[in-house]
């Protein structure tokens, strides 16, 4: 999981969560948006886009403005402005990995992926958990304050155990957006996944989230979960019900832009960096007490894994080839720099030469000689030669 921030149109910096598939292979992006008042942190939000990224999406998850982390003032904000946010988030996305195919929103804040989905070509499925059927409907948690809003301009509202102070405009906002017309202009895919004992925001709004949108469209039962999906087993299995239904729709990553390595970093980012490598993305960086973040390995240990992995290749593909019985190989890989005159046999015979000390661990019932001939064998490795040999780096400027 990786923390960041970004900036959003009006100016505050908003702080999310970025979960990652493990082992770096997603099929693709994903925004989620919370729930009215919550916070990117809610038991829901967490359970359910790390059961995502376990299936192989990359998850932003962030606190709209004035919640959680982010900056600015909720008393500013309204549902419109919950849809900048998400389409701020969405671009900065877009920017740093890619553009996201799938929004999935809980309660209100499914209500506002269906409502900026238009603004998002990139956008192939929309999924909503418990949402209401009109962003009016959350004034009905307003009560009696409801009156004193719209006579005074504003008042303090409790809302799960907090107070916030909600201004007449945030009522005004909330009943000036029309989506049953968006719905049926909404040209992708939807799930509705609700529980019918709801007893927040009542299973009619998800029937009249159904009969405005046209097909594609699903409906899925939560059964007893409660509103916040507190128990992490309804958030996992809604987790794993939207995996298996959005990649139906998904669009394929192009392969032929993916080939080879992009490297992609910001100067406020420090040095951190993003590493795409076809469908499987990395991270590097430095660690803290070198200036970085230590999100991801550094450069060099990148280098030392390529001989590493490329060792350990090597040598199960030769013990399969000759029917050796070698059960496992593995291998560390220690970088240092030594001093020229302190090598015997380097070419160099000035300043510093790098080092790569390469240990080998074999398992299995090999005699002395298999072993002997499975260290020869690890200095054949392609990564070991091209390192060994000479290196040709050729650097240019990108077109515009």
């Known amino acids: ?22 082992g770096g292979l997603w099929r693709a992006t994903a925004v989620f948006a919370h729930c009215f008042t919550c ?34 003032d909720f008393t500013d904000t309204s549902f419109s402005s919950n849809l900048d946010d998400l389409e701020d988030a ?12 799938l929004l999935l929103g809980h309660s209100l804040g499914g209500t506002a992926v269906l409502a900026v989905a238009e ?13 209401p059927s009109s962003p009016e409907h959350v004034l009905k948690q307003f009560g009696d304050n409801l009156e004193k809003i719209e006579e005074h301009g504003r008042a303090e509202v409790e809302l799960a155990g907090r107070s916030f102070h909600i201004r007449r405009d945030f009522i005004e906002d909330a009943r000036n957006h029309d989506l049953a017309g968006r719905l049926r202009k909404l040209r992708r895919a939807l799930l509705i996944m609700h529980a019918p004992q709801d007893r927040v925001v009542h299973i009619d709004n998800a029937e009249q989230i159904y009969q405005a949108a046209l097909h594609p469209k699903s409906f899925v039962s939560l059964d007893d979960a409660d509103p916040l999906l507190s128990n992490p087993a309804d958030a996992e299995y809604a987790a794993r019900v939207i995996s298996a239904w959005a990649g139906r729709f998904l669009e394929p990553q192009d392969k032929e832009s993916n080939q080879g390595v992009r490297v992609s970093g910001r100067s406020d980012q420090g040095f951190l960096c993003h590493i795409q490598v076809g469908e499987h993305t990395l991270l590097a960086d430095e660690p803290e007490d070198k200036g970085g973040t230590d999100q991801g390995p550094d450069p060099y240990d990148y280098l030392a894994s390529a001989l590493g992995s490329c060792t350990v290749m090597t040598l199960n593909m030769y013990a399969r080839h000759k029917k050796l019985p070698l059960e496992r190989v593995s291998c560390e890989v220690h970088h240092s720099k ?43 490795c392609p990564v070991h030669r091209s390192l060994d040999k000479e290196i040709r780096i050729i650097t240019s400027g990108a077109e515009e």
């Open 90 to 101: 969405s671009n900065w996305l877009t920017e740093q990995y890619e553009a996201p195919q």
């Open 338 to 380: 030594v001093h020229a005159e302190d090598c015997a046999d380097c070419e160099s015979k000035s300043g510093k030469v790098d080092q790569l000390h390469r240990v080998i661990h074999i398992e299995g019932d090999l005699d002395e000689a298999q072993k002997e001939r499975l260290l020869e064998i690890a200095d054949r």
């Open 39 to 72: 916070s990117k942190d809610i038991r829901a939000a967490r359970s359910i886009t790390r059961a995502l990224a376990q299936a192989g999406y990359a998850v932003l998850r962030f606190d709209f403005t004035g919640l959680g982390e982010s900056e600015g």
């Open 119 to 131: 603004r998002l070509d990139s956008v192939r499925a929309v999924a909503t958990i418990g949402a």
């Open 1 to 22: 999981m990786t923390r960041i921030r970004f900036q959003a149109r009006h100016g505050n910096q908003l702080t999310g969560r970025l979960e990652m598939p493990p």
